[in-house]
């Protein structure tokens, strides 16, 4: 095993992380994509990656928080801008 620089145990990166940290990214890509089209058929399917994020990978648990905290204002905001504009919600 080898040892950092502040003598903690360094860990391999496996593909758990990255599909955690992917499906994050993707998590706040289609929460802005749903501010603009039909917010109720993509934040929904977006709050869902990121909770899969957040349980998948412990190491990337801050951005899938952020991509839930994302999601979650994308949906307050996209369905307003949906009412205020009339425009169709699904």
Do not use: C, P, Q
């Given at each position: 095993m080898s040892v950092d620089a502040h003598g903690e145990r360094a860990t391999r990166w496996?593909?758990?992380d990255t599909m955690g940290g992917l499906l994050?990214?993707?998590?706040?890509f289609t929460s802005a994509l749903g501010l603009?089209?039909?917010p109720v058929r993509l934040i929904p399917f977006a709050i869902l990656l990121?909770?899969?994020?957040?349980?998948?990978?412990p190491?990337?648990?801050?951005?899938?928080?952020?991509a839930i905290a994302t999601a979650v204002i994308c949906w307050t905001l996209g369905m307003t801008i949906a009412v205020?504009?009339?425009n169709?919600?699904?």
């Open positions: 496996t593909a758990t994050a990214t993707i998590s706040i603009a089209y039909r990121a909770f899969v994020a957040a349980r998948m990978s190491r990337h648990t801050r951005l899938a928080g952020f205020l504009t009339e169709s919600l699904y």
